[in-house]
């Protein structure tokens, strides 16, 4: 299948993959809010969480669709993801300064200072232990994007193929374990394990594997598909079901080893390819596919909206069994954080978009002109 067809079809399979994520990512905030959920739904809240890796895979696999094949120049593409992850991040992080102060927290042992927060401003946060995660509530997977982002460039030139992506991804995989070791034995917040080992699986190095996952399944859907592998086949409906069945069952087990994002991200992939290949309607529907469109607002606001809920809902809820104060918190979190995350959408996520849209073809306009005129003969 040639990538002018993934082309055609990204918007509904991406948009609603992601849609899939924010649920998850929403399902294990909601989860742990509420004390004494049954062991299914607890485990299976807590694995939700790799909506993280998912939208990691999703991310590589958009971005090498439409960079493979075509001109690429690597300043214009920085300006256009700046503008894409930074004005709302940016707006976050006042809001969330503002809401939660600098007092220390469980991210930031010695509170947020300008330390923490000139970090987070330059998306380098993801690389220090005391800064990570401690501005904006979940900044740590946008320091992971932006890391990616800079590195897309030189895995684009030199990833080109499926062997070369999975022998990058074997290698991550090493990367990844080097990189454990070595921060639990330099840490400087060795008394505080889980800081340290919140540290590590949430870092950009941790979390390469599903960047580099997207970008080998992106070759496999561009290669020619095996007959059993064709879209809509039975084999293809086959790998949706068995893939389905792994996630569900795996995360709801409370198998601690399948919520490591090195794990979790094996099984994640054959997920989103057998959805690329089936397009089931409990998926790829219009609900889910605006919820995808905003997803990245949803992912930043809901956080403040959660915290509203379990203020104005606990009374109102106080009779319930945990399991039903989860179905009601999770959603509500979603309606009011879909809602709010339409609004910051087209009215600050889109301008933006749009504004980095126009610097970067201006960009791309000056350097095309720039190389003809550097090839022009000089004239004596």
């Not at 993801?126 to 890391?147: K, L, Q, R, T, Y």
């Not at 397009?279 to 956080?303: C, D, E, K, M, Q």
């Not at 979190?333 to 600050?348: D, I, N, R």
Request: glycine share 6%; hydrophobic share 55%.
């Amino acid at each position: 299948m040639s990538s002018q067809i993934i082309r055609e079809t990204r918007f509904d399979f991406i948009d609603c993959l992601r849609g899939i994520a924010i649920l998850g990512v929403v399902a294990v905030h909601v989860g742990l809010s509420i004390d004494g959920l049954s062991p299914p739904l607890d485990s299976f809240s807590a694995f939700a969480s790799r909506g993280v890796q998912l939208f990691f895979i999703l991310s590589a696999v958009t971005l090498t669709m439409i960079s493979v094949n075509r001109p690429f120049l690597t300043g214009p593409f920085y300006v256009r993801r700046f503008f894409r992850i930074a004005p709302m991040f940016y707006l976050a992080l006042v809001a969330y300064v503002v809401i939660d102060g600098t007092a220390p927290r469980l991210f930031a042992p010695d509170g947020v200072g300008l330390k923490q927060v000139l970090l987070t401003l330059t998306f380098m946060h993801g690389w220090s232990i005391d800064s990570f995660n401690s501005v904006v509530p979940g900044g740590w997977s946008i320091a992971c994007e932006a890391m990616f982002y800079f590195c897309f460039p030189l895995l684009l030139r030199y990833i080109r193929s499926i062997r070369a992506a999975a022998i990058a991804c074997a290698a991550s995989i090493l990367l990844a374990l080097a990189w454990s070791t070595l921060v639990k034995t330099t840490s400087v917040y060795d008394a505080d394990p889980f800081l340290v080992g919140s540290f590590i699986r949430f870092s950009f190095i941790f979390n390469l594997l599903s960047f580099l996952s997207g970008i080998l399944l992106y070759y496999v859907m561009a290669g020619e598909q095996h007959p059993l592998m064709r879209k809509g086949s039975k084999g293809a409906w086959i790998l949706l079901l068995v893939s389905s069945a792994v996630l569900v069952f795996g995360g709801a087990s409370g198998f601690s080893s399948f919520r490591n994002p090195l794990i979790s991200t094996l099984a994640l992939v054959p997920f989103v390819y057998a959805v690329y290949l089936t397009s089931p309607v409990a998926i790829i529907n219009p609900v889910i596919r605006h919820i995808g469109l905003v997803s990245y607002s949803i992912y930043l606001v809901h956080f403040a909206i959660l915290d509203f809920i379990g203020r104005s809902l606990l009374a109102a809820t106080a009779a319930l069994t945990p399991d039903l104060k989860f179905v009601v918190f999770f959603a509500a979190a979603m309606v009011l954080s879909t809602g709010t995350a339409t609004v910051t959408y087209f009215c600050v996520e889109v301008p933006f978009i749009e504004l980095g849209r126009r610097l970067s073809s201006a960009i791309s306009d000056r350097l095309v002109i720039g190389s003809r005129v550097g090839k022009e003969p000089r004239r004596l």
